[in-house]
């Protein structure tokens, strides 16, 4: 039987297809029932995501991140996202979707893909928490009164610096530089 026959086969039962791992983060793909398919991704406990749930994790994947937990497996955290959206393969046969198209059966080379995209969007992002994340810790430290609520880096360097935008409570925007950043 092959790995798209073990997702699609409407058994009833839940089950770890694939196990893999790709730049040194594990992956699972699940097939839901035999209905559809279901990847996740371990996040490191070392990891700036780790115990984040699936709405505090923003990584660009197949109608979203729907998962966060430990997969039954104590002291592991993996978030993860579902292939049963509209337009997406269901159950043993394919449908007309109620936008009037074929709906997508998302193979095993699909699957894959979009693992090794969101890793890879994944590792960028921490890095880019952890270096921004150290420019928030000391814009924390030096105005401690003021109440932030997200930040996010700047897109451009200015005058060769990076830096961060800080969102306030208030609905402010201040762009901050710290002098460590040049």
Not at 51 to 61: A, I, P, Q, S
Not at 91 to 117: A, M, N, V
Not at 125 to 139: D, P, V, Y
Not at 164 to 171: A, C, D, K, L, V
Request: aromatic share 12%; with cysteine.
């Amino acid at each position: 039987m092959s790995i798209n026959e073990r997702i699609y086969n409407y058994s009833g039962v839940s089950k770890t297809v694939l196990d893999g791992s790709y730049k040194h983060y594990l992956f699972k793909i699940r097939s839901v029932r035999g209905s559809h398919p279901c990847c996740y991704i371990q996040i490191p406990k070392d990891n700036p995501w780790f115990n984040k749930t699936e709405c505090e994790v923003d990584l660009d994947v197949h109608g979203g991140l729907t998962y966060s937990g430990d997969l039954n497996e104590e002291g592991t955290w993996w978030i993860g996202w579902d292939y049963a959206h509209p337009g997406d393969f269901l159950c043993t046969k394919p449908r007309i979707s109620s936008f009037g198209e074929l709906e997508i059966i998302h193979g095993i080379d699909d699957l894959l893909d979009d693992i090794y995209e969101a890793i890879d969007e994944l590792i960028e992002k921490t890095e880019s928490l952890k270096t921004n994340g150290g420019m928030f810790s000391l814009f924390e430290k030096r105005y401690p009164s003021v109440k932030v609520t997200d930040y996010r880096p700047l897109s451009t360097e200015t005058e060769g610096k990076r830096g961060i935008n800080i969102y306030t409570e208030n609905g402010d925007i201040i762009s901050y530089f710290p002098k460590e950043s040049k």
